[in-house]
T-cell receptor
Framework: EPEVTQTPSHQVTQMGQEVILRCVPI?????FYWYRQILGQKVEFLVS????????KSEIFDDQFSVERPDGSNFTLKIRSTKLEDSAMYFC??????????FGQGTRLTVV | AQSVAQPEDQVNVAEGNPLTVKCTYS??????LFWYVQYPNRGLQFLLK??????LVKGSYGFEAEFNKSQTSFHLKKPSALVSDSALYFC????????????FGKGNQVVVIP
C-alpha cells in the first residue's frame, strides 16, 4: 500500500540553526501539506502546496518557514532559524483532488 | 473558518461495550468530514470520511460515523470496543467550497479497559 514517508524520524537542533524536514508523498497525489502537533495539543495546519506553489498558509507559517519540491518526489519544509517553540511533531501529508489526506509518521523536532 | 469541537478529553469504555467519540463541526459551506486515529509515536491514520450521500459511513476496523447536518455532528462509533482500539482519535473538517486545509479537533484519548 502506498504511503507517505518522512525523514528523519527525530531531529535535535540548537536554537538558531536551520533544519530541513523531508517527505516523499504518495506518487500520484497532487496536493501536499505540512502540519504540526506540539506535545499534548491539537494538530495545526501549516501550509498546502499545489502545482509547485503554496496554495494556502496559516499564521504560523511565517518568514522563517519555507517549502520546496526540489524534484519529482521530495517535498521539504525548511525552518531557517529555529526557536524553542518550534519543538513539535511535524507531519507531512498528501492527497488527491478533494480526497482524504494521507499522513506520514512524522518528524519529532526538538530545539535545544 | 472551519473548526471542530471534541468535547471530551478521554473516553473510557469496557472491552466489548459500544464506543462513541463525539465531534461537532463548523464550516461556512458544506463539509467534508474525517476521522483519524493516532497510536503512540505514530502518524495519523485515516479511518473514514463523509463527502456526500448516505449519512452513515463505514470505515476501517469496524468503525462507523453518522453525519447529522441539523446538529452539525459527526460522532464516531464502534459497536464492540477492543483493547487494541485504545488510541487518540481526531475529527477533522474541510469546507467543500474552500481550500484543502483540514481543521482538526483537539483529539480524544480512548481507553478500552479489558
Amino acid at each position: 500500500e502506498p504511503e507517505v514517508t518522512q525523514t528523519p524520524s527525530h531531529q535535535v537542533t540548537q536554537m538558531g540553526q536551520e533544519v530541513i524536514l523531508r517527505c516523499v508523498p504518495i506518487s500520484n497525489h497532487l496536493y501536499f501539506y505540512w502540519y504540526r502537533q506540539i506535545l499534548g495539543q491539537k494538530v495545526e495546519f501549516l501550509v498546502s502546496f499545489y502545482n509547485n506553489e503554496i496554495s494556502e498558509k496559516s499564521e504560523i507559517f511565517d518568514d522563517q518557514f519555507s517549502v520546496e519540491r526540489p524534484d519529482g518526489s521530495n517535498f521539504t519544509l525548511k525552518i531557517r532559524s529555529t526557536k524553542l517553540e518550534d519543538s513539535a511533531m511535524y507531519f507531512c501529508a498528501s492527497s488527491a483532488l478533494r480526497q482524504e489526506a494521507f499522513f506520514g509518521q512524522g518528524t519529532r523536532l526538538t530545539v535545544v | 473558518a472551519q473548526s471542530v469541537a471534541q468535547p471530551e478529553d478521554q473516553v473510557n469504555v469496557a472491552e466489548g461495550n459500544p464506543l462513541t467519540v463525539k465531534c461537532t463541526y463548523s464550516v461556512s459551506g458544506n463539509p467534508y468530514l474525517f476521522w483519524y486515529v493516532q497510536y503512540p509515536n505514530r502518524g495519523l491514520q485515516f479511518l473514514l470520511k463523509y463527502i456526500t450521500g448516505d449519512n452513515l459511513v463505514k470505515g476501517s476496523y469496524g468503525f462507523e460515523a453518522e453525519f447529522n447536518k441539523s446538529q452539525t455532528s459527526f460522532h464516531l462509533k464502534k459497536p464492540s470496543a477492543l483493547v487494541s482500539d485504545s488510541a487518540l482519535y481526531f475529527c477533522a473538517v474541510r469546507d467543500i467550497g474552500g481550500n484543502n486545509r483540514l481543521a482538526f479537533g483537539k483529539g480524544n484519548q480512548v481507553v478500552v479497559i479489558p
